[in-house]
């Protein structure tokens, strides 16, 4: 098949609705299909934000995302959420099982598919050990996970439709390091571009290029390598 999944920001400007503040400026970069690319700045940066407008939460004030060449605005909402998995910051169960939850915005899933994407999450082991496992109630009047188990739960979520696109808003930053390596390796199977945000070096280091954003401008993008020697500020941030 052919590799899908190619992303462009094209000179966009972002202004939250009801506000003045410029939270993204002329952001371009390309993301190609199968890349894996993190996303680093500081807190405020916009990172989320940058996000948010790719699966049209909100809409860019000016400017263009493309996914495979053809404008956002010009796939269906329902089309282009699809294809993509969005794992947000901070993920919402819903009042239902554990393997509801899972399978949610996927038809028919099978409970092998589950288990397989909660196993890919690094979250299996941990359902095995509530009382009732996959038939665990969650949410409002279910037991309580921690904010880590609910962001695994929210990325079996996202793995289970195998997604044309898998964005991780710092969705390992509750996780240990070795837990959080094994999910990156089983993310390798799967054959999707993959945005993700981080706080950690490390774990932007294990991706194909990373793109530094600060106060909503794209300072750099490239290689760790190529953005030591490019970026003081991502010297600094490496050295800190
Ligand atoms: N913002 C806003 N209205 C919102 C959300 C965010 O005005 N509904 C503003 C924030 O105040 C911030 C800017 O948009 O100045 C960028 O926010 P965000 O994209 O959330 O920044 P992140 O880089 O994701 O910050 P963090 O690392 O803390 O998640
Ligand atoms: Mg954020």
């Known amino acids: 098949r052919v590799k899908q999944g190619f992303i462009t920001f094209d000179h966009v400007s972002f202004i939250y609705p009801g506000t003045t503040k410029s939270v993204l400026s002329n952001v371009r970069f390309s993301v190609n299909p199968g890349e894996r690319l993190a996303v680093i700045g500081s807190t405020g940066s916009g990172k989320t934000s940058l996000f948010q407008l790719i699966p049209r939460l909100y809409d860019a004030t000016e400017g263009e995302i493309r996914i495979d060449h053809r404008p956002t605005t010009d796939y269906t909402l329902d089309n282009l959420r699809r294809s993509i998995g969005y794992v947000p910051q901070s993920p919402l169960l819903f009042t239902g099982t554990v393997a509801e939850n899972i399978a ?5 899933a099978s409970t092998k598919e589950i288990i397989h994407a909660a196993k890919d999450a690094q979250i299996h082991d941990a359902i095995m050990e509530l009382d009732n496992q996959y038939q665990t109630k969650v949410g409002q009047k279910g037991v309580n996970l921690s904010g880590g188990q609910k962001q695994r739960i929210s990325i079996a979520r996202a793995l289970i439709r195998n997604p044309k696109i898998l964005m991780l808003d710092d969705s390992t930053s509750a996780l240990d390091l070795t837990t959080e390596s094994k999910l990156l390796h089983a993310m390798e199977s799967y054959e999707c571009t993959t945005l993700l945000i981080t706080q950690k070096i490390s774990t932007a280091m294990r991706a194909d290029r990373i793109l530094l954003i600060d106060e ?25």
């Open 216 to 240: 909503g401008k794209v300072l750099a993008i490239g290689t760790h390598e190529e953005l030591l020697h490019s970026s003081s500020l991502y010297q600094r941030i490496v050295t800190s």
């Open 104 to 108: 949610w915005g996927k038809e028919h």
